[in-house]
């Protein structure tokens, strides 16, 4: 819902502000006061096209902010969420507009493309009677209306589901296919590679083992020598490192026994003496094991030769042979069963598909049905509108080229005659801005039941027409308004009567410049205000009277709904203008 809308430097306007609540508000004025104005800078501020021309003359900039309750629009909130932009279920969108045409935009104080200004803007307003920015011109939008209006949540839910698993598989089946497109050569190249890794079968360090056992068989006389050499160092009986640790253990023990601070020495004798003797005996037990095995050198030799061949060329180090040996296996393997998987994936997407053709079927029956429903709605209500001899029509045909989509298998769009004789034509090539305003309104009360933009905004919707069609058309705007919030642009007081509120707008010129103001309306000036569109330049005593009638023929109605007319006229929003606004 639109709370607050300020405009700055925007065509004429210098500075104005218009605080508005949910109901029907009519915004009145002389031709030219630059009612529309306001449209067209809700329009801007909601991602419209904009150029120099939207800066008001003098100025270097136009800046425009609008202001929305977000707390029963989950969809509005759901986009900033994903924007990742906070709101706390409030929205401020501003837009500037520099006098060398560049703009900027920004939600909530952050900086975005224009693009996110009109991606969120077709979550919060619907403008209707300007012919570049209306949701009814969609063809997604006027799905999702026939949709709503034939209460198929369910079924297009079904549907889309039924898309999305039927797409998962057929990716699955593409992935696949892709795969096997070189599928016979790369299973003949990794079966030659497992062949010879099978051959070889490299364990997991094995290179690293059988390096080390290489480096010491090459080097088996250096050992040798160097073993023996240690061994008389440590067990020569005269010199060896033994024999003077046993000489040293029989001294210390003695002078302990004399002085007991010796005793830490002797005990540390004592272990080196041990720690000697293992020592000899390991080198014996390793000398032993030095002897010269021809065949074993020869076997590491050649082993180690096929490791490191078969590494180079798979351009790996030897160590990772065994890893490649694995991984190569696993893919061979997969390879191998893929025929399978694909038959299967195939077998499985059919289904899906069958699934999700059964629900589009029963979904585009019912929208059929809700079609021709809301077609007769429709086109009664244009009869009521001024359009007389009028029709609606709802053309759905298959969608071609035959895809399935998660929206169903119809191609769906609105087609109006507006004028008996004429043929009907897509509603988006309606040529009357004023009769596709009418149209348009007549759709949104023909759906009051389907989900409606929060805040919907009409201009020239009474264009052409008078007396008890005008009449209608307000109330219609008030019936539609129960729900939400509407703003009308009119020149009829047939349609102003009806409003909740009204709104003047009006064009003061001072000191050689002209300036659009706004009035939030109270009864009495309400009652001036309807007296002048009913009688023109000069408001007779007879023609306020006739306004008061007008009001008080609204009010039971307002009743109704439990809201006083009189106290939401002046109590409930609030318009302000002037130049320090």
Known sequence: MLTHLQIRDFAIVEAVELELEQGFTALTGETGAGKSILVDALLLAVGGRADSAAVRHGSERADISAAFDLAK????????????????SEAHLRRLVSSDGRSRAYINGQAVPVQSLRALGEHLVDIHGQLEFQSLSRRAYQRELLDGSGGHAKESATVRDAFRAWQALERQRAALEDQGRDRA????????????????DPKPGEAMDLADERRRVTSLGRLVEGTRQVEELLATEETGAASALARSQTLLRQLAGIDPALAPAAA???????ACREALASLGR??????SDPARQEFVETRLAALEALARKHRVEVGELSALHERLSAELAELGSSAVDAAELERRSAVAL???????????AQRRAAAAALDRKVTLLMQELGMRG??????IEAAAPLAPSEHGADDIEFLVSANPGQPARPLARTASGGELSRISLALQVATLDAAHLPCLVFDEVDAGVGGAVAEMVGRQLRALAASGQVLCVTHLPQVASQADRQVRVAKRAEGGVTRTALEMLDDEARVEELARMLGGASVTERAREHAREMLESGRPRAARRGVSASARGAGSSRARSGRGA
């Not at 050569?185 to 070889?200: F, K, N, W």
């Not at 540390?268 to 041990?274: C, N």
């Not at 009028?390 to 053309?395: A, D, L, S, V």
């Open 268 to 274: 540390l004798v004592d272990e080196a003496s041990i």
């Open 73 to 88: 629009n989950d969809a509005a909130r759901a986009w900033l969420d994903a924007q990742s932009i906070g709101h706390e």
């Open 185 to 200: 050569h790369r299973l003949e190249m990794l079966s030659h590679y497992v062949t010879e890794l099978d051959a070889l």
């Open 286 to 291: 390793y000398t032993q094991s030095l002897e």
């Open 390 to 395: 009028g029709i609606f029509e709802t053309r």
């Open 354 to 364: 069958e699934e999700y053709e059964s629900a589009a079927r029963v979904l585009s």
